[in-house]
């Protein structure tokens, strides 16, 4: 379970950062879409290293079903912007996705702590 998950979070970052460049319009690399495709990938890599401390017991199914809920949405959110409906605004889909995904990673990642706290208390 704990492959799968890496796994997962793996390519939703690596997916990321390759729509970033793709949205970027082939344009060069700049400072500012390297911090967008940092930003981008943030959520991932939080993920990832809650898994030291979450792992455990009923834990594993719980944070693949975390990650897979913060991944895919933010995943489509990007290829829509990009080849379903392109607008101008792309940018700050860019922007808002992540934050979201944060808001996501606090709360469930509170919850698979809370359901760990509670599993020991008992």
Do not use: C, E
């Not at 400072?31 to 991932?44: D, E, K, L, Q, T």
Request: zero cysteines; charged letters at 10%.
């Amino acid at each position: 379970m704990r492959t799968l998950f890496k796994t997962a979070l793996l390519l939703a970052a690596l997916m990321t950062i390759w729509l970033a460049l793709l949205g970027g319009g082939g344009r060069a690399l700049t400072s500012g879409a390297v911090i967008f495709m940092i930003w981008g990938v943030s959520p991932y890599a939080v993920l990832w290293s809650l898994d030291r401390w979450l792992m455990k017991g009923a834990a594993p199914r719980v944070m693949l079903a975390l990650g897979l809920l913060i991944s895919l949405p933010g995943i489509y959110a990007y290829l829509d912007i990009i080849f379903f409906h392109p607008h101008n605004d792309g940018g700050f889909t860019f922007l808002i996705t992540p934050f979201i995904q944060w808001i996501m990673v606090v709360a469930g990642g509170g919850g698979v702590y809370w359901l760990q706290y509670r599993r020991r208390m008992s």
